[in-house]
């Protein structure tokens, strides 16, 4: 399946995607794309409905992140060596971990706004994971059980914040609408192989990114396992990935968002998104 959330920011509806790519309205079998709806059971039962049964929604409507309440947001840095080599750091024995906050969560096409202050916003596709059951401990083996499915996410970072101001790079990461989720949040059924997934990003049309998940240096179960010896993850719980080489800070010279760009982003089977540069508020 793939679930998304539907209507205006604090009112998303939830809904899901046909085979024909029609939006189906789903708020009268659910409250909400919730922690709650993301167990093996609940989502079972969502996949026995006939999306036929359940009314149109207009193909105009906002989306949403296509999930809510998520309680941790958690990203791995330095995932790719093609990404630390343009960083200027070596591949990390064990994963970077680090948090980005939750109030950064927006929708897939909302506009992203550039903190103020901002020198160095960049970009960064990546392949996010959306916990369904809770893990503590788990083994590689049982991680991919613990997931309900994966959406493309923008890890958006302001390299100043991040890199030059000290402390933790949580600060760099956090900024209001740096956090891009969806279109859909696409069941694990229907994503055997999440390490074998193309990824790209384009700006104003330039396409600076295009990668694949088969370049991870810690696979999608490892990091599952990983995080989950450290901290108990929960349903609704996203984690993002990294990403491949290709970001700003990568270039030469470097290039940075500006007001006025456009990302255009998409991971292999899961959507795209696309997002406005505008001003500081």
Known sequence: MRLLRFGP???????????????????DVIDDITPANLSDEALKRLGQLDPASLPIVDDTQRLGPCVSGSGKYLCVGLNYSDHAEESGMTPPPEPILFMKATSAI???????ILPRRSEKSDWEVELGIVIGSEARYVSEQDA????????????????????????????????????????????????PEPNNLRLWLEVDGKRFQDGTTANMIFKVPYLVSYISQFMTLMPGDIIATGTPAGVGMGQSPKVYLQEGNTMRLGV??????????????
């Not at 927006?106 to 992203?112: E, F, M, R, T, W």
């Not at 292999?268 to 508020?281: A, F, K, Y």
């Open 268 to 281: 292999e089977g899961l959507g795209e998104q696309t997002q406005r540069v505008v001003s500081p508020r």
């Open 144 to 191: 991919l059980n613990h997931i309900a499915g994966y959406c493309v996410l923008n890890d958006l970072s302001e390299r100043a914040f991040q890199l030059e101001r000290s402390g933790q790079w949580v600060k760099g990461k956090s900024a209001d609408t740096f956090g891009p989720v969806g279109p859909y949040l696409v069941t694990r059924d229907e994503v």
């Open 106 to 112: 927006v929708g897939p096409d909302d506009d992203v």
């Open 9 to 27: 920011p604090g009112s998303e509806k939830p809904g899901l995607l046909d085979t024909d790519n029609t939006i189906r309205d789903l708020s």
